[in-house]
């Protein structure tokens, strides 16, 4: 679908939980030709995840260079960015969960990481394709830090999408293109 005409820049893949988003990145990030590297945002901090991290792992093969960070996210890019490279960052939100972990109540310090993020993205060499949940759709949160939480991610998504050139939404496992220049 977009394997020919997506060389370099960002593309951002959103959707609800068990959507395909992650299945579809993936399959982007295969047919593009180019060294793959797997930025994890997700932690295993219970045995579930473990699993699900180690069966996602599974899955991607061996032709797939993992780098885990769940904090310095545009760091770890600027380190890895380059020309001849696709980065598959999986994801965002579960990134921003990781941020609110790390400084509570401190907004200023999570709105300042993805300020960065935005920064780095948008001067990318390389292809970097961003997989991020669509947490606003839903019922209004019942407590403060859960609207909190859903108001950043839906600004986050907002502001990754405004930079993208690729946007596309996937509803059932089927991609809907929202954005391609």
């Given amino acids: 679908m977009f394997r020919k005409e997506f060389k370099r820049g960002c593309m951002l893949v959103i959707g609800g939980a068990r959507s395909g988003k992650s299945r579809f990145a993936l399959d982007v990030c295969n047919g593009l030709g180019k060294e793959r590297i797997f930025l994890a945002t997700g932690q295993a901090l219970d045995r579930e995840m473990a699993e699900r991290i180690r069966r996602h792992r599974e899955e991607r093969g061996d032709e797939w260079m993992t780098v885990e960070e769940p904090i310095k996210l545009a760091e770890s890019i600027r380190d890895l960015d380059a020309e001849g490279r696709v980065i598959l960052i999986d994801c965002l939100t579960l990134w921003l ?19 960065d993020l935005e920064r780095q993205l948008r001067t990318a060499q390389g292809a970097v394709v961003v997989v991020s949940n669509e947490v606003g759709m839903g019922i209004v949160p019942d407590n403060a830090l859960s609207r909190r939480f859903r108001d950043t991610a839906g600004s986050a998504n907002q502001r990754i999408a405004g930079i993208a050139r690729k946007v596309v939404a996937i509803i059932a496992g089927t991609p809907l293109v929202l954005k391609d220049e």
């Fill in 97 to 115: 969960n990781n941020l609110f972990l790390e400084y509570h109540e401190d907004q200023e310090a999570i709105v300042r990481a993805l300020s």
